[in-house]
């Protein structure tokens, strides 16, 4: 009799056990961001907290702004796996303070990456250029089409605050006088149809991109240093500002993109916080899984798939063999 009631004892402890495990993750909401690399990033999470886990995961549809004031009022939803915070790094710091939200981790390992760009295949054939003012000492790379003589340089879409800052960077480095001129290209997609062409052609290609993005997957670009270090007070007053009147040769700043959760669920949720506080990729890892997903005209879940059979040897760093072999088994 002692006999059984001891086994009762113990099977009721391991189901105790099991329970409070998964109470630790229960229920998870996750914003599934309205950018490409935010939404994979989203079901990546979503397998691994359901499948690994045991946690009951729902996606919500976030973009930036929204997704942090919800989060900040509401405490809802519990993770934004993306969130580029430079557009709400007061806030953020002032919620963080006051206990409201937690920074789990950087997402991206080198941050987000603005710039100007040239293709691969002209940075291994002109080794000696770097940077932005050697590549303007050449306009003849980087030839307009009824002008192969004079230099162009693509601008991003109108409404974008990078069309302010190339255009003040262009003026304080004489690019006018260098040979060359601005080409507004109307659209994020007729500004990704340039960059096409120049591969296709084989032809020079210099303007403003951004990383991490689908089209940076598919056509290798390398981003050229401005030869200055970022100055934040300069890219403030006058960088960003359209038609600045004394602009200064400035960097870009490094977008800062984090993981945030509200502090409500980091607290319950100490098994999930582990894995997000681990799980980062590099943006060139983001840019070939988006361009896999663009050319397979894949959906964010699809995308997510496909990341966790290809690339075990990365993701499989965030988690323990257990959770990993979980994982693995529900693919």
Not at 77 to 84: F, G, N, R, T, V
Request: aromatic share 10%.
């Amino acid at each position: 009799m002692k006999k059984h009631i001891a086994a009762a004892l113990f099977a009721a402890a391991l189901y105790t056990f099991a329970g409070a495990a998964h109470a630790d993750c229960g229920s998870v909401s996750i914003a599934e961001m309205n950018w490409a690399s935010a939404g994979v990033a989203a079901n990546v999470d979503k397998i691994i907290l359901q499948e690994g886990y045991g946690c009951s995961v729902e996606l919500v549809t976030g973009d930036t702004l929204p997704t942090f004031t919800s989060m900040n009022e509401k405490g809802q939803p519990d993770i934004a796996p993306e969130l580029w915070i430079n557009a709400v790094r007061t806030p953020l710091d002032q919620a963080v303070s006051e206990g409201r939200l937690v920074i789990a981790a950087g997402i991206l390992s080198e941050g987000g990456q603005d710039g100007w760009w040239i293709p691969k295949f002209l940075a291994d054939a002109h080794p000696d250029i770097k940077t932005v003012q050697q590549a303007l000492e050449h306009p003849e790379l980087f030839p307009a089409s009824d002008d192969p003589k004079k230099g162009v340089i693509y601008n991003c879409p109108p409404g974008w605050q990078c069309q302010a800052s190339l255009g003040n960077l262009f003026k304080a480095l004489d690019g006018e006088k260098k040979g060359f001129e601005i080409v507004e290209t109307g659209s994020a997609a007729a500004l990704d149809g340039t960059i096409a062409n120049a591969f296709e052609r084989k032809t020079g290609w210099l303007g403003y991109y951004w990383s991490p993005t689908s089209i940076l997957g598919k056509y290798p670009m390398v981003r050229l240093s401005f030869g200055v270090p970022h100055d934040k007070a300069e890219w403030d007053a006058c960088t960003s500002v359209i038609d600045c009147a004394n602009p200064k040769v400035n960097s870009y700043p490094v977008s800062e993109v984090y993981t945030v959760v509200t502090k409500k669920f980091a607290e319950k949720a100490g098994v999930a916080m582990d894995y997000l506080k681990k799980r980062k990729w590099a943006n060139d890892t983001v840019n070939s899984l988006l361009a896999w997903q663009t050319d397979n005209q894949g959906t964010n879940e699809d995308a997510a798939k496909y990341f966790l059979k290809t690339h075990e040897d990365i993701w499989t760093t965030w988690v323990s063999p257990e959770i990993a072999a979980k994982v693995k088994a529900s693919l």
